[in-house]
T-cell receptor
């Protein structure tokens, strides 16, 4: 069974600094998708960034980028120039290309220090 | 496009009562998912539909839980004989068949007292 592990329950970063959130996953499949979702307090979950496993190039969305290491089954999220609005729970998630359900990690709570 | 809509946003019920939640997906999204999220945890998959067909149901879902999507549009999740352990946020998400990611609603927070 596929699993997603986020080993950092909480992290803090100074405003304007860079932070990296870690994620590892376990799968025997070769074709899949990886996601980072953001869930602000009392607000809905939104997609931050996605990565297709067949793509070697790391995905980037403005201040958010990933480091996708397929062989190591690692998928970290880097947030540059952290802003107060980045404070949230961040969930790493996996979806097989053959199946439709998305599997989530337990999340990392990110605090932004002013 | 108003996004995924869930109703109600909050529900307090007494143990043993039945509750029903509604989810309206993004129009034209043919996949609809239900997840449960407890405090400090990631969303846990419950079930999903493609159009009106329920294609997968988690083994964690007891017989007290049932979900429907009768016309392939909105969906309902019913919990019968609620227990305190059912207290959680129930999230709905939708997606297109050809799309990898899902879009989430704001959830229904259930408190069983």
């Amino acid at each position: 069974a596929q699993t997603v592990t986020q080993s950092q329950p909480e992290m803090s970063v100074q405003e304007a600094e860079t932070v990296t959130l870690s994620c590892t996953y376990d799968t025997s499949e070769s074709d899949y998708y990886l996601f980072w979702y953001k869930q602000p307090p009392s607000r809905q979950m939104i997609l931050v960034i996605r990565q297709e496993a067949y793509k070697q190039q790391n995905a980037t969305e403005n201040r958010f980028s990933v480091n996708f290491q397929k062989a190591a089954k690692s998928f970290s999220l880097k947030i540059s120039d952290s802003q107060l609005g980045d404070a949230a729970m961040y969930f790493c998630a996996y979806r097989s290309a053959r199946k439709d359900k998305i599997i989530f990690g337990k999340g990392t709570r990110l605090h932004i220090l002013p | 496009d108003t996004g995924v809509s869930q109703d109600p946003r909050h529900k307090i019920t007494k143990r043993g009562q039945n509750v029903t939640f509604r989810c309206d997906p993004i129009s034209e999204h043919n996949r609809l998912y239900w997840y449960r999220q407890t405090l400090g945890q990631g969303p846990e998959f419950l079930t999903y539909f493609q159009n009106e067909a329920q294609l997968e149901k988690s083994r964690l879902l007891s017989d007290r839980f049932s979900a429907e999507r009768p016309k392939g549009s909105f969906s309902t999740l019913e919990i019968q004989r609620t227990e305190q352990g059912d207290s959680a946020m129930y999230l709905c998400a939708s997606s297109l068949v050809l799309s990898a990611e899902a879009f989430f609603g704001q959830g229904t927070r259930l408190t069983v007292v």
